[in-house]
């Protein structure tokens, strides 16, 4: 059974207690600059920095109570592990993350400070789901897979509908970043099956060193592998199945943006709005950079996906 | 006649359509590791990064068009020269700002920017003085200085006025960074002869390298030699006559902060609230970790005063 818009609309009222309702913001610099009108939602600034903590929260408010005392499990390379286990903690219920290696120090230890425990795996998708797996089998713990999984999906899409709370007037297309697409097939279920705003076009950003969905999306055929060696941290893992079906049914294109460019959407960001964006946030706006002719004059509403990165390591 | 805080509610009427309202931020983990609670004023996220924009607009929207049609003049190593050069532009008058030779390269790029004309001078408070009132001399523009200033005083005291209505509740004690003590004294009218607030102690927070606001308060008598050296660019100059009678009469006490406490603030600042500060925002901060047992359980409004530094020389 499909997310619908109603999943959306009921996990916005649970998770409303625990989340912030993040500003929009806006820069006439970047405007600009880049020759089109933008409008950012600021989930960097949601609990835990990034827009996981909405599906984390939505998920764990949905579990029953047996299910909870076994406890919950999951991989992430970072934002969802740190998302799982701040929402463990205010389920009190205990929470095991498994995590590549090379994940950000920085990532490391926002899960540790949640008081989620930590298994380190290597860095690859079958070593991620073989931990899992093992983990699961020994403990019987529920998973709460990061983005292939129907609560997390609509607690991710609850950040576009808060947009369109949020806008005076619509916008003509909103871009999300896209890793396992947990935020772009959540968004576009918001927009698309929305009363008021299907006109509005949903656009998923990838690195082009990552462009596993932007293949996927052109072919047909979900592409599981992928050794992606981007910055954007957060977008490095493949395309769900649950959330490539919704993407190929619902989203109007896939746009990529080099390294360089994402740096410097990213630097452009800090500098104008004055706040910090990890990599994987600035995607979009570094893939309206790269084709700026293809967003000219239009109303674009951006999800900053989130903030957390290593001060000790910029890009600059 | 000395500054009222009906001055301050006329300033906020009149600059209300020009500025942002910026939001109160809070963080659970800053509050536990300093032990008290914090409640962040985001002027960094104001108009030209800084709550300068306030004064400055306050400032040229009081002159009147005789005066604006002979130019405004000001000196500043940064945010205030920036403020004005934008708020100039609002009123289509022409604007001149003497910088020292040494301003961070971001504040020099950012009033070149908004259109003014820089002129460089040596980087003493004589040099500055003497440039303006050559150029004075030769033009007739008008002075409109970064502190020493009854309109620019009333400007930067609707941050804390607009603290008081943004509030739930009151707070303990309000805290703002002082360099020459525009924000210090505006703020000190705003709290202290509110009908609703008198009980909020006001407190000054300046670098230890840079502490002449510290010294004058304890004597009585005003320092106007200093030759700081501070990485809190925004908090060199000195005490003006105006501010230094102000907060004689109004404020509470002045902290002191080390460098290396002021760096450390800074670096808590943008990791847990994901937002640019500049140095001198984090100054406030860093005075309450350097005495924290002076703030224990009190209940502490600071004005984040800006975010305008230069990404290529963090102090990290």
Redesign the interface.
């Given at each position: 059974m499909d997310v619908t818009i109603a999943d959306i609309e009921r996990a916005q009222a649970r998770i409303q207690p625990y989340i912030h309702r993040t500003?929009l913001?806006t820069s006439q610099?970047i405007n600009r600059s880049v020759g089109c009108e933008l409008i950012f939602k600021t989930e960097?600034?949601q609990k835990i920095?990034a827009f996981k903590a909405r599906g984390a929260c939505n998920a764990l408010f949905s579990l029953n109570n047996a299910t909870l005392e076994r406890g919950v499990i999951t991989h992430s390379s970072g934002n969802h592990g740190a998302a799982l286990a701040w929402a463990a903690q205010l389920r009190q219920t205990a929470c095991c993350v498994v995590m590549p290696c090379n994940a950000p120090e920085v990532k490391k230890d926002a899960v540790a400070?949640y008081g989620a425990e930590i298994v380190f795996c290597e860095p690859s998708m079958a070593s991620r789901e073989a931990n899992v797996a093992a983990l699961i089998a020994a403990r019987r713990s529920e998973l709460v897979h990061p983005y292939d999984d129907d609560h997390i999906i609509a607690g991710q899409g609850t950040a576009a509908l808060e947009i369109l709370e949020q806008l005076d007037r619509p916008v003509d297309i909103l871009m999300t970043p896209v890793g396992g697409g947990g935020l772009l097939s959540g968004s576009a279920i918001a927009v698309k099956d929305h009363k008021n705003r299907a006109s509005t076009l949903v656009i998923g950003a990838e690195p082009e060193a990552a462009d596993d969905a932007w293949r996927g999306f052109k072919t047909g055929i979900r592409v599981t592998e992928s050794t992606p060696c981007t910055i954007a941290d957060g977008l490095r893992g493949t395309l769900g199945e649950r959330n490539f079906k919704i993407i190929m049914h619902r989203v109007d294109g896939i746009f990529l943006a080099s390294e360089t460019r994402i740096i410097e959407a990213m630097?452009l960001l800090?500098?104008r709005?004055?706040?910090?964006v990890e990599p994987s946030a600035a995607v979009p706006l570094a893939a309206i950079m790269q084709q700026p002719e293809k967003f000219s004059g239009k109303r674009v509403a951006i999800v900053l996906s989130g903030?957390n990165l290593d001060?000790?390591a910029?890009p600059?």
């Open positions: 500003p913001m610099l960097n600034l920095g400070s630097r800090w500098t709005l004055k706040i910090l903030g001060l000790d910029l600059w």
